[in-house]
């Protein structure tokens, strides 16, 4: 069976073959010849031998890979699949091996770190999509919470209690006919992630005599599983921030060389094995591996106090099942009805969907797995041999119909029963605001709702300082300033950066005020945890509640007027973009790359772009794609992602510019429009 190979002016492969499994086929071998690098890295970190070419500071989570025992819950959910869609993945899988040789030899950071290619298994693809995201449904936040009353007493428990955006998240929106131009569904969105370089999004399209379907797909995972338009229909998704992994305090005792741990039903036998962490320039690392009835240990061990030995209990463990079915199905889907029935399948991460077809046909409901149980589970690392805390099935999805307008921006919604801390709901309400501007939108007018700046959550800041009293001069300068301000975090505004500037000077008086001080110190629980257990993020993301709680000795109007004074006494800001500028996360960094470009927005923003209160002014999260699905014709749709279709070469970050400026690439549907590459 033919298959044959075309680019656009951007280098976005259009893949078309004679029949589903050599697409598939042709679909791996051009994401190992495009992202060579980038997928074999997302190998070794789901196996859990990152650190043997990247280093020391691969280590934690290597171990965290290892102990989690993702690639072993890869192997089971592979096994567990029909034999149509094992045989899909393999194809797939072994176009990523027959094209990595040539795919390396195109990324430099082979020679650089002596990597050589290795060779994919038949569940690697499975192991990928689990590395990226294992840690999407907030499981560190129950550390934190732990960790809190711990140190804090239980009273303290619900302190940070505040909807924020503290992991991913992403928005996305649907307009009904009735509401565009062209009469007929317009969808688009942007999922916010850590942004990578090369970026986790893929823009690819998948052609054979079944189905044509372009999107964005994951690089190493085959199909297009979270934005894709089919011609007749079209889906998008956004993290529904749903509880759906447990914590489970374990007591653990040794038998010689077996574990033991204690559960409902008494001592229990644990599978317990050493494996051992080859790290680059370093001596070896082992790793203790134990597994209860629970799940996997990911914290603590025999040895340690229960309180910080905690397993890990996550629905694709339990149930050997990840829901790669669903992604063939997606690719043949034609209606929305189509959809609906696939997504029953789905398992993690749990999704907000939005679709449409051309028919008409519109979907709103969430897919995913999560399970009944105790609602202590959802807020804390829970006893292990307590039975009320054990897993009882499966919630069913919801679904909502959709009147002309549908947004989904990770906040409190169709997914609130199965959360617990949502996005605060600013992005929410302020896309509703700007889609409420017209009724007759047309794709290539949205790139004005994805930039959007005005930041709704600097109010309830603002308000508290309107009202401080015994400013000096200066500060009082700064405070009416503050007060005219326009509230959009402008990359040319000084006075979003004066805002910055306040905010992260309230933040840090706030982290240090001695009621919080125990929060400061180590956290009890593995460094990849870090980024859910520091207290200064927490504080940034958690101001407003934190000004308004019950800390012994804080003296609220204090600590703005101090403040107040600090930023009018430092001067003139630099402008917000001068600050607030692009750091990717790169899997071998660059010690001499300049400094990222300058970024308009902040993580409350539409144009979510996420820094750190308090901590940095750097992006380090945001749009991770942008997407417009025109239902009406789809070649008015459009897309761009951070920086390029490859990770090498003249297409690496050639979309970068126009990503900075808001713009989107129209996709081509016309064969006759696009290059053809020979097959090499």
């Known amino acids: 069976m033919s298959t044959r190979r075309y680019r656009d002016d951007y280098g976005i492969p259009h893949l078309r073959a004679d029949d589903h499994g050599s697409l598939a086929f042709a679909q791996g071998r051009v994401t190992a010849l495009d992202r060579a690098w980038q997928i074999e890295v997302e190998r070794h970190r789901s196996q859990g031998s990152s650190a043997a070419f990247l280093g020391a500071d691969a280590v934690a989570w290597d171990s965290f890979a290892r102990r989690a025992r993702l690639d072993d819950t890869a192997r089971r959910c592979h096994a567990a699949l029909d034999p149509a869609t094992a045989d899909w993945v393999g194809r797939y899988v072994d176009g990523v091996n027959a094209g990595l040789a040539a795919g390396a030899a195109r990324a430099p950071e082979f020679a650089a770190t002596g990597l050589a290619p290795g060779r994919w298994q038949p569940w690697t693809p499975l192991a990928l999509w689990l590395t990226h995201h294992v840690l999407f449904a907030g499981f560190g936040t129950k550390l934190w919470r732990e960790q809190v009353a711990r140190r804090l007493g239980p009273q303290a428990a619900g302190l940070f209690a505040a909807d924020a955006q503290v992991t991913s998240g992403s928005n996305g929106w ?178 907000v969907v939005l679709a449409a077809d051309t028919a008409g046909g519109l979907l709103h409901r969430v897919a995913g797995r999560v399970p009944r149980r105790h609602p202590d589970n959802g807020l804390r690392v829970v006893p292990a041999w307590e039975a009320r805390h054990a897993w009882q099935g499966w919630h069913p999805m919801p679904k909502v119909p959709i009147d002309q307008v549908a947004v989904m921006a990770n906040e409190r919604g169709i997914a609130a029963p199965f959360g617990v801390e949502f996005a605060a709901p600013h992005r929410a309400d302020r896309i509703r605001h700007l889609l409420d501007g017209a009724t007759d939108w047309r794709a290539d007018q949205l790139s004005s709702v994805h930039t959007d700046t005005y930041l709704p959550a600097a109010g309830p800041l603002l308000d508290l300082i309107a009202k401080v009293e015994g400013l000096d001069g200066p500060a009082a300068a700064l405070r009416e300033r503050l007060l005219a301000w326009d509230r959009t975090m402008a990359a040319d505004s000084a006075d979003a950066a004066t805002f910055a500037d306040l905010r992260a000077a309230v933040v840090r008086r706030l982290a240090a005020h001695p009621t919080l001080a125990p929060l400061a110190e180590p956290a009890d629980y593995p460094e990849v945890f870090r980024p859910w257990l520091a207290l200064l993020p927490r504080v940034g993301y958690a101001v407003t509640p934190l000004l308004h709680a019950d800390l012994p000795g804080l003296d609220r109007t204090a600590l703005l007027r101090e403040a107040l004074t600090e930023v009018a006494a430092a001067g003139d800001a630099r402008r917000w973009g001068e600050r607030h500028r692009l750091a990717p996360w790169r899997a071998l960094p660059d010690p001499d790359a300049p400094p990222g470009p300058p970024l308009s927005g902040d993580h409350d923003c539409v144009l979510s772009t996420s820094s750190v209160p308090g901590v940095t002014d750097l992006c380090l999260r945001g749009p991770a794609a942008r997407y417009v699905w025109d239902l009406a014709r789809r070649e008015n749709s459009r897309w761009v992602v951070p920086f390029g279709a490859t990770g090498a070469g003249p297409h690496r970050d050639d979309q970068l510019p126009l990503w900075l400026r808001g713009d989107l690439i129209p996709v081509t549907c016309d064969w006759d429009r696009l290059t053809e590459e020979d097959d090499d």
């Open 174 to 351: 649907l307009l009904t006919a009735d509401r565009t131009a062209g009469g007929a569904a317009l969808i688009a969105g942007d999922p916010h992630r850590f942004i990578e370089a090369p970026g986790i999004y893929q823009q690819i399209r998948l052609a054979c005599p079944e189905y044509d379907v372009l999107g964005l797909a994951v690089p190493g995972v085959p199909g297009v599983a979270h934005f894709g338009h089919a011609g007749d229909v079209a889906w998008a998704i956004t993290n529904a921030m749903a509880d759906y992994q447990d914590g489970y305090a374990e007591r653990l005792r040794r038998r010689g060389d077996l574990v033991e741990a204690y559960g409902p039903d008494g001592w229990r036998p644990a599978h317990r094995h050493v494996e051992t962490i080859e790290v680059a320039g370093a001596a070896p690392v082992e790793v203790e591996v134990i597994e209860t009835e629970r799940g996997p240990l990911i914290a603590g061990g025999p040895d340690d106090d229960p309180a910080v030995t905690v397993s890990l209990r996550y629905p694709p463990r339990v149930t050997a099942d990840l829901g790669f079915a669903v992604l063939p199905a997606l690719l043949r889907a034609r209606t929305v009805d189509d959809l609906d029935a696939a997504l029953d399948g789905w398992v993690e991460p749990v999704n």
